[in-house]
């Protein structure tokens, strides 16, 4: 197979502030893949579910199969998710990252939700990634993410990335905290067609530029960069370790996606997987 180097889409990331993928730099070498392609579904329980059957395994890396209607969204550690028919672009697809440690999976899940805030802000809108793959907008759920992989001792045979965007949807019934979307944000509808292409096509370039070392290096630099409450201010967590409140800074996110807070109480760095420790709003902080 032939490869080629590229640069970053740094037009369309985050202009006012940081660019999310700093340019020019030479930091991802990759395949002669075809263009994007989308499998649109009229109807899926769960998307995410459905690439992990025989019947999808054989679908090629990078293609995208979207839901007009799902009945039964995945999130993380069996959440669901809600999205209004016709409304949100709810998709997964496969990908082989067979360059990756097992070790080092993390990179996809950064490399996924910064392409999902480089979406938005060509969209106008500024997002964070709230650890470890939540993008917020403010202290406002836009999208989720959820990633499986299938591994060996040495490589990571294929992840199902999947995600949930709210885009036109403006009623949540579900008890999912404070979910905001594009609409309401821009006041206006956005093409979900069009966003699926738009995702599609940064998804691939930030996914693959987890295949080299400088890579891995300027997403993780990025990712730190969007981190939600990574500020270098104390905000409210509920450890859940310790059945405690506390105020912490936010120190580093290790290449396994350890996340390792600064306790203001006692000023020890301590390290949290996930559901570990819960972000919470100032209102709900118990001193």
Same mark, same amino acid.
């Given at each position: 197979? $032939?490869? !080629?180097?590229? /640069?970053?889409?740094? +037009?369309?990331?985050?202009? =006012?502030?940081?660019?999310? *993928?700093? %340019? ?21 329980? $769960?998307? !995410?579910?459905? /690439?992990?059957?025989? +019947?999808?395994?054989?679908? =090629?890396?990078?293609?995208? *199969?979207? %839901? ?42 950064? %490399? ?176």
């Amino acid at each position: 197979m $032939s490869h !080629h180097f590229f /640069l970053p889409i740094s +037009e369309a990331c985050l202009p =006012p502030k940081q660019t999310v *993928v700093p %340019a020019p730099a030479r930091i991802g070498m990759v395949g002669q893949y075809p263009p994007p392609e989308i499998l649109w579904l009229d109807t899926a329980e $769960s998307t !995410h579910n459905l /690439l992990k059957t025989p +019947e999808y395994a054989t679908l =090629p890396s990078f293609r995208m *199969v979207a %839901a007009r209607c799902q009945t039964a969204g995945r999130g993380q550690r069996g959440n669901s998710w809600e999205s209004e028919d016709l409304m949100n672009l709810t998709f997964s697809m496969a990908v082989e990252p067979t360059w990756l440690h097992p070790a080092m999976q993390f990179a996809l899940s950064e %490399a996924t939700a910064l392409a999902v805030v480089a979406y938005l802000q060509s969209e106008g809108i500024d997002a964070t990634v709230k650890w470890p793959n939540d993008i917020y907008v403010g202290d406002r759920k836009i999208c989720g993410i959820l990633i499986d992989h299938s591994i060996d001792s040495e490589k990571i045979i294929r992840s199902v990335v999947s995600a949930g965007l709210n885009i036109n949807q403006t009623t949540f019934h579900s008890d999912a905290p404070n979910p905001v979307s594009m609409k309401q944000l821009l006041n206006r509808n956005t093409s979900v067609d069009s966003a699926a292409v738009s995702l599609l096509l940064l998804l691939r370039q930030f996914i693959i530029m987890t295949s080299t070392p400088e890579g891995r290096s300027t997403l993780h630099r990025s990712f730190m960069l969007r981190l939600y409450r990574n500020d270098g201010l104390p905000h409210p967590y509920h450890d859940q370790l310790r059945d405690i409140d506390i105020e912490a800074t936010i120190e580093e996110v290790l290449p396994d996606g350890t996340l390792l807070l600064r306790d203001q109480a006692d000023g020890i760095t301590r390290p949290y997987l996930f559901k570990q420790v819960v972000a919470l709003l100032t209102k709900n902080f118990r001193k």
